[in-house]
């Protein structure tokens, strides 16, 4: 281990006098963590599956990761191994999936666990890291509640839900499950993100988790639900209000408002 981080930062020493400047050089220095291995031998699956850890990330800050490690392997290395990641133009409307995508998509899963995964994500408004970091202890099946991290004494908790449909697929899931292993999808950021970018080279129809949970706030917001409370759904509300205001955010109330707003993939 030590030998590894000697050998990224003696990389890192080499390159941030010329692009301090320019490009963030911790991009390339997870990079670096990720394979563990000499730049000169790292592979396009390699670098995409490292992009596939980054998929919490807006789109900006993704245009900024791809930019860095093309520039790296471009300008130092002479290489086009990252040539292949696009630099798609900056959008002031980031795209979300239509419906009939999202039916596309989820059709060519298979897999009863991300099966269960794409519902859950689509229709609680989770980011990757919190789907695949929850536990059962964190789910009401009965009432299809989910409450991400609320052990944590550091992180603000909060409450969302999941529909019929997704709760369908987790019980289609279940009898997979392995024994010993608390979380609810029993896996972790990275197969699931290679999971949907292999799909969506598929089918033709590029679906991620982050872009489910703009359906999420999209759909939601189509179906008349505030914009106050698609951010609580989505955790994205200070702790503080949610404390100020408990009787609009508690999770009788939430669920109210979810149910009423009828929220479905299939239709």
Not at 4 to 24: M, Q, T
Not at 102 to 112: D, I, R, V
Request: with cysteine; charged share 30%; proline share 4%.
């Amino acid at each position: 281990m030590l030998v590894k981080i000697a050998y990224k930062n003696e990389v890192l020493a080499r390159i941030i006098p010329y692009v301090a400047e320019i490009v963030p050089i911790c991009y390339i220095g997870r990079l670096l963590d990720h394979v563990g291995k000499p730049p000169s031998r790292i592979t396009q699956d390699e670098i995409a599956a490292q992009l596939d850890t980054e998929d919490d990330v807006s789109d900006a800050t993704r245009l900024n990761i791809i930019g860095a490690l093309r520039m790296f392997f471009r300008d130092f290395l002479n290489g086009d191994v990252a040539d292949a990641f696009e630099m798609a133009s900056k959008s002031a409307n980031p795209t979300v999936p239509s419906n009939d995508d999202l039916q596309t998509f989820y059709e060519a899963l298979e897999n009863p666990k991300y099966k269960a995964a794409f519902l859950f994500a689509a229709t609680s408004g989770l980011r990757s890291s919190e789907l695949c970091q929850l536990t059962m202890d964190d789910i009401d099946e009965d009432k299809r509640m989910i409450v991400p991290d609320k052990d944590s004494k550091t992180k603000q908790t909060w409450v969302t839900f999941y529909n019929d449909e997704a709760a369908e697929a987790f019980e289609a899931f279940k009898p997979e499950r392995e024994s010993g292993d608390d979380r609810v999808f029993q896996t972790t950021k990275q197969p699931l993100n290679r999971k949907f970018r292999h799909v969506s080279e598929e089918v033709g129809v590029k679906v991620t988790v982050q872009k489910l949970r703009r359906w999420f706030a999209t759909e939601m917001s189509r179906c008349g639900v505030d914009a106050k409370y698609i951010d609580a759904f989505c955790g994205r509300t200070k702790s503080s209000v949610l404390e100020k205001h408990y009787l609009d955010y508690s999770p009788e109330r939430l669920r109210e408002i979810y149910d009423e707003a009828g929220l479905t993939v299939s239709e």
